[in-house]
């Protein structure tokens, strides 16, 4: 079955550095890949999804992510962390089992210090 | 546009009344529909889905129920809450198979 690992459940970045939140994925064929953002008690809210094509995709919010098939990992980064990117971030894939469903990470809540 | 409705936002229950929390998508039709569960900082379990009218799978065995009446509608019922139904309830819609999935503003729900 397939599984999403999410490394780090808490990041903590200085406002203007780098953000790096880690996603790897379990999958024999290229799966389609997903990063949402959640802010507290709100909805998931989807920042960039890979499909197929450009294996760097843009998001919101300046936020971008790298499909890497020989590491199977898709990693969310963004130049400069602002202090209104804190949130908890979800990495997810499609389900191969089951086009309906896709299969969500535990989550990496970002916290940016001033 | 497709934009999508929760209602209600938070809810106190006592243990052992029923639940019924509705979720509506407006803007598109035949819509995938989905309920989440989010536990306090925990991650998101899928509780049920429906891929059309009347028709509902449905992912872990608990005393929720789930209903599809209309296309655009998804209805989350329980006849008798516990406690371990507190939580935070997501609703989604999604068109089309491999696509993303796009979430209502959740319901509160805490049992007493």
């Known amino acids: 079955a397939q599984s999403v690992t999410q490394l780090g459940s808490h990041v903590s970045v200085s406002e203007g550095a780098l953000v790096l939140l880690r996603c790897n994925y379990s999958?024999?064929?290229?799966?389609?890949l997903f990063w949402y953002v959640q802010y507290p008690n709100q909805g998931l809210q989807l920042l960039l999804k890979y499909t197929t094509g450009a294996t760097l995709v843009k998001g919101i919010n300046g936020f971008e992510a790298e499909f890497k098939k020989s590491e199977t990992s898709f990693h969310l980064t963004k130049p400069s962390a602002h202090m209104s990117d804190a949130a908890e971030y979800f990495c997810?894939?499609?389900?191969?089992?089951?086009?309906?469903?896709?299969?969500f990470g535990s989550g990496t809540r970002l916290l940016v210090r001033p | 546009s497709q934009t999508i409705h929760q209602w209600p936002a938070t809810l106190v229950q006592p243990v052992g009344s029923p639940l019924s929390l509705e979720c509506t998508v407006e803007g598109t039709s035949n819509p995938n529909l989905y309920w989440y569960r989010q536990a306090a900082g925990r991650g998101l379990q899928l509780l049920f889905y429906s891929v059309g009218i009347g028709q509902i799978s449905s992912e872990v065995p608990q005393n929720l129920s789930a209903s599809r009446p209309q296309d655009r509608q998804f209805i989350l019922s329980s006849k008798k809450l516990l406690l371990s139904d507190s939580g935070f309830y997501l609703c989604?819609?999604?068109?089309?198979?491999?696509?993303?999935?796009?979430f209502g503003d959740g319901t509160r729900l805490s049992i007493l």
């Open positions: 989604a819609w999604q068109q089309g198979w491999n696509q993303p999935q796009h």
């Open positions: 999958s024999s064929v290229p799966p389609y």
């Open positions: 997810a894939v499609s389900d191969t089992d089951s086009s309906y469903k896709l299969i």
